[in-house]
């Protein structure tokens, strides 16, 4: 139940603090007077939108606190306690916005964002608007009421959810299907390429190895002329050969020994060279014992290369990057498969998420149905009592001629009424003038804030188009629903106001220099003379106070 409003700085409001108590309040005043400005302050408190332009004329802040007792709602209580924003004492909401048009919320003293101020506003109050009857020529609006009114609202957004979640993997399945033929024959013709890249086999510096050998054996003959020739030139040449020369260059040399400095250096050096070409003349031997001139071994090195410069020619690229290329190869079909694997998986979800939103879907249509019976009888008796004698109501559920799954469930939402007797039922904007809708829109407020588990409600001028005895009738249909609870009701009309618990008089203070607004309770004088101009205008008369005191009276009385 909200207990306290505060208002700082908000539009034409300077300071206002209200106290309020349970049962209905009516709030009245002049047009102007700023009965709205006060809901509207209330509604930034419960996470409506703000701009700069709300705060004040030459203030540099708005700011709003709304109080909460919250004993009758445990939901709330618990909303609070999963985010430890609970407190001891009652809830309070705050809102600050600045001139600049930054907006800051709070909840128990805790910054939080607008989005929590909404969640936790949904809990504690519910505001019906003067535009609701608009919004009721809308077959959107008779979803959402029936569903309000059924219970299921959890429900239908989990239809919603499985809408769509079976769309997304629909389109997503008919993205990787229409790809299909493409990626059959891309797959056929990467597995081809990767078979011939297989079956080469091509090992780690093979390339390199195959070329030098085949190098090699290419130049066989000249290779081993090469060698014989080096080898008499070292060592087997009568005519003279290298380590003939140094040996007897070290005999001449060792004739002198004893000899130190340039000349043993000398000497050494010749040592030397003389046992490094003896081990080269060993080495070229070997070479010649051992080396292989096999024309067989000559013809496979040719072969094997051509394959391999073929291939890498098919590819266009140098056959040194044919290893890179298998690897990419085999990524790639590795990824068609993948997609093979994903259209299969995608399938089995669909089917998965179409079971799934069936069973949602059909759980919802039995609430509906069963709930659309009830409301329908319910806002049909109290358009009766509204002033539409022999008015029917009725909601008609049509099946939705869909094979896929729809997000608002198996079945369309329509509210049909008959305004007079003898009338066929009609859609609403096609059968009902301003007044009766204004009526119609009335009756289901009143009927679904009764099933309401929230205890605080709101009403800002849903009266509009009403008058004569149906007003009464009005009053006395909001005085019930604030027996259960709170209920704020911002009227014109004095048949309402004297069927409040309690009566808020709200009405512009002017100074010197600026006008602003301000809140008065009411007592039962002050409510005999408010109502007293509510039916008369500004001169007040014995008459009309007269009237307006039986008018209090009587509704106390009931």
Known sequence: MLVHLSIHNYAIVDHLDLELD???????????????????????????????????????????????????????????????????????????????????GYINGSPCPQADLKAIGELIIDIHSQHEHQSLLKTDTHRRLLDEYAGSQEL???????????????????????????????????????????????????????????????????????????????????????????????????AFGGQGGALGEASNLLASAQIQVEEAVGELNRFVDHFDADPQRQQFLEERLDTIYTLARKHRIQPGELAALQQQLFEELENLNADDEAGERLAEELAAYARHYQEKAAQLSKLRGNAAERLAAAVEREMQALGMPGGRFSIQLQAVNSEEPHANGLESVEFLVSANPGQPLRGLAKVASGGELSRISLAIQVITAQTSRVPTLVFDEVDVGIGGPTAEV??????????????????????????????????????EDATSTAVSKLDESGRVEEIARMLGGVDLTEESLAHARKMVTSAQAA
Not at 49 to 57: I, K, N, Q
Not at 170 to 196: C, M, T
Not at 487 to 511: E, M
């Open 22 to 104: 349970a049962g209905m309040s009516a709030i009245s005043g002049e047009t102007g007077a700023g009965k709205s400005i006060m809901l509207d302050a209330l509604g930034l408190c419960l996470g409506d939108r703000a701009d700069s332009g709300v705060v004040r004329p030459g203030a540099d802040k708005a700011d709003i606190l709304a109080s909460f007792d919250l004993t009758d709602i445990p939901e709330a209580r618990a909303w609070l306690a999963e985010r430890d924003l609970d407190s001891d004492g009652p809830c309070i909401l705050r809102r600050v916005i600045t001139a600049e048009g930054r907006s800051r």
């Open 156 to 254: 239908a957004r989990q239809v919603q959810l499985a809408a769509q979640r079976w769309k997304q993997t629909r389109n997503e399945l008919e993205r990787i299907s229409s790809q299909g033929d493409e990626q059959r024959a891309r797959h056929q013709l990467l597995s081809y390429q990767l078979e011939e890249l297989e079956n080469l086999a091509l090992g780690d510096n093979e390339l390199e190895q195959l070329e030098q050998e085949h190098k090699a054996l290419s130049n066989a003959e000249a290779l081993l002329g090469a060698c014989r020739q080096v080898l008499d030139l070292c060592s087997e040449s009568d005519a003279g050969n290298v380590l003939s020369a140094l040996t007897a260059s070290l005999n001449r040399l060792g």
């Open 474 to 511: 009005v009053g006395q249909l909001l005085r019930r629903l604030g027996e259960r609870g709170q209920v704020l009701c911002v009227t014109h009309l004095p048949q309402v106001a004297a069927q409040g618990h309690q009566h808020l008089f709200v009405h512009k203070r002017r100074g």
